[in-house]
């Protein structure tokens, strides 16, 4: 198992000059010590007019800035927008490929659609198109970084043939990946190839029986990039401490807030009646976790909060559900102060990590 | 921490409705017609929002009209402009102002649920590129909205957000969750079009329509079910909630 960091980069009101700066400083630390002890790979999502929730709307810039602090991590797209009002795919497929030079071959492009009317209003995008235009542009990505030349004629966009420069710096090219929020998404990942890259918190059970079926189904898929990224990656919370309850204590409120601040956001769906967006995805999930019966104390056994025993404990049940990496939200509105999210990092990589090397690599 | 409504409670007490209790029954009503439209507005409209509730990002509102063609009361029309909100976790519509077509559903509608209703005509048409509705009180349209162009679509694609009311309850101001069931029977979306809209009106002269979002009509089996939670207005939802059953 792997394991990373997944950076919302949440600022919390009021907004002063120094906040938003504050943050990013913050997350580069935390990055820098998660190269030191070993993570695997640090995510950064493509969020827009997210107030609080998520100031990250160019992650290929953080991104890159992770990678000048950093030798051996990777960095990863969580997601970009695959939407031609945010994201031209010519843009995409050359900032991936100057990343990809810039990090010495350590870029994972996640791919996604946007699920909030917040964003996709605001680049005027039309929801019934999302998942059509991120179709058409996964398909184009691989063979635009790794064509000498390339031309395309689709529904979304169009190009002539020209050199798409530079090239990407991984051969035959990044491995790719799709956000996957609402169930079913991991099959339309599976169908393609491409890796299932988890932002849910689901329970055990419901996510044994998800990945199952992944794992049969890309068996059979025809992947849109030059090899099969048969991985499953989830999102989970980290807090560690070494007294149990303080740990669960505060990564509880970590937890909580960042689910009451996500669900602050308005979903396509609440205002957008569309079959595009057929289920509520992860906010009233979120919902349920900050409201309902698993929001106690005690709750949440899939949450990586606590001591390391404990954390460790809930690590072993998701590899033994088949997830291949777990990447952690270590912070939210930096409710938690700096050096107690590096001494979680620093206990983490002491005492949990050593119980997973060399197990799945 | 996300921002909260602003509302001055004192300037609008003397006006709210009042519920007689809260054992309200429930009202089932089968094959009511739904007309929604959503549309996002300018900046500013916190201050009609009570302290305990979130405004949406970005700020918008709904106008739900709703035919319900037998009740207790007799066959009648309800109109409501809602400002969408959260309370809490959950996405709430906070009715502005309301208009009903008779006067049994009116004094209903107030001592039930505390909906802020006043008598009025509302008009449902179906034309073959539109489902239109229009409101009228005192002789003046103080609402014209049509969801034009209907496309069929799935009825579990369309999402009702319950609503609250503000209205006095023992003599104490409480924000009363009115969280109707729908089984829809067959659904429609299509463009927003508001032709007229008289905010003073609907108790929100500081609501400026800025940017359309969806429309939609839709005929289902709802209720005007029985009180659930009441909420204090004044201090987040969190800590003001209290259950009625």
């Keep these: ?361 | 921490m996300p921002l909260f409504g602003e509302l001055e409670l004192d300037a609008v007490a003397p006006a709210l409705p009042r519920l007689r209790d809260l054992d309200t029954e429930a009202w089932e009503i089968p094959k009511a017609e739904i007309v929604q439209v959503a549309y996002e507005v300018a900046d500013g409209t916190r201050t009609l929002l009570p302290r305990a509730l979130h405004p949406a990002i970005p700020e918008y509102v709904t106008f739900l009209v709703t035919r319900y063609p037998e009740s207790p009361v007799g066959p009648f029309d309800l109109a409501q402009l809602r400002l969408m909100a959260r309370a809490g976790v959950h996405p709430r519509g906070y009715v502005l102002g309301a208009v009903a077509s008779t006067d049994a559903a009116v004094a209903a509608l107030r001592e039930r649920w505390g909906y802020p209703v006043v008598r009025g005509e509302i008009a449902f048409r179906r034309y073959h590129d539109r489902v239109a509705s229009t409101v009228r009180r005192g002789g003046e349209t103080i609402l014209d909205i049509a969801v034009v162009d209907p496309e069929v679509i799935a009825g579990g694609d369309l999402q009702y957000i319950h609503a609250v009311t503000l209205a006095r309850v023992d003599g104490a101001a409480q924000l009363v969750q009115v969280d109707p069931h729908y089984t829809v029977h067959r659904a429609a979306r299509g463009r927003a079009q508001v032709g007229r809209f008289d905010a003073a009106a609907w108790n929100a002269a500081a609501v400026r329509l800025t940017t359309p979002i969806s429309a939609s009509a839709s005929t289902c089996d709802t209720d005007l079910p029985r009180i659930r939670f009441v909420m204090d207005p004044q201090i987040p939802v969190v800590s003001g909630t209290k259950k009625v059953r």
């Design chain 1, 1 to 361: 198992m792997k394991f990373g960091l997944f950076y919302e980069l949440s600022v919390p009101r009021p907004w002063t000059r120094e906040s938003e700066r504050t943050v990013y400083e913050n997350a580069l630390e935390q990055v820098k010590l998660a190269d030191e002890l070993g993570f695997d790979q640090v995510w950064a999502v493509e969020h827009h007019f997210l107030e609080e929730y998520s100031h990250c709307p160019a992650p290929e810039l953080f991104l890159t800035a992770c990678a000048m602090v950093t030798t051996r991590i990777r960095v990863g797209f969580g997601i970009v927008v695959c939407v031609p009002q945010f994201n031209h795919p010519i843009k995409i497929a050359e900032r991936t490929a100057v990343l990809d030079i810039l990090s010495g071959g350590r870029v994972e492009v996640g791919t996604g659609r946007s699920a909030t009317w917040t964003e996709l209003a605001g680049f005027n995008a039309d929801p019934d198109d999302t998942k059509k235009s991120w179709d058409e542009f996964v398909r184009c990505l691989p063979k635009m970084w790794t064509s000498d030349k390339y031309e395309f004629e689709g529904e979304f966009w169009s190009m002539p043939r020209r050199t798409i420069l530079p090239k990407v710096y991984q051969r035959p090219h990044p491995p790719m990946w799709v956000a996957v929020t609402s169930p079913g998404t991991e099959l339309d990942a599976a169908d393609r190839g491409l890796g299932s890259l988890g932002l849910t918190f689901g329970q055990f059970a419901e996510q044994e029986k998800r990945i199952a079926e992944y794992r049969r189904r890309i068996q059979l898929c025809e992947p849109v990039g030059e090899f099969v990224n048969d991985q499953v990656s989830t999102v989970n919370f980290l807090y560690c401490h070494e007294d149990e309850a303080t740990g669960l204590k505060t990564g509880r409120r970590m937890a909580d807030y960042f689910n009451y601040l996500a669900t602050q956001l308005i979903s396509v769906r609440e205002t957008y009646p569309s079959k595009s967006y057929p289920s509520l995805g992860l906010l009233p999930q979120l919902r349920r976790q900050a409201t309902g019966p698993d929001s106690g104390e005690q709750a949440g056994e899939g949450l990586c909060l606590g001591g390391p025993e404990r954390v460790t404990r809930a690590l072993k049940r998701w590899e033994s559900v088949g997830v291949d990496r777990v990447n952690f939200l270590v912070n939210t509105a930096e409710m938690i102060p700096q050096t107690e999210v590096l001494a979680s990092l620093r206990l983490f990589g002491r005492e949990v990590m050593p119980a997973f090397n060399g197990r799945k690599d």
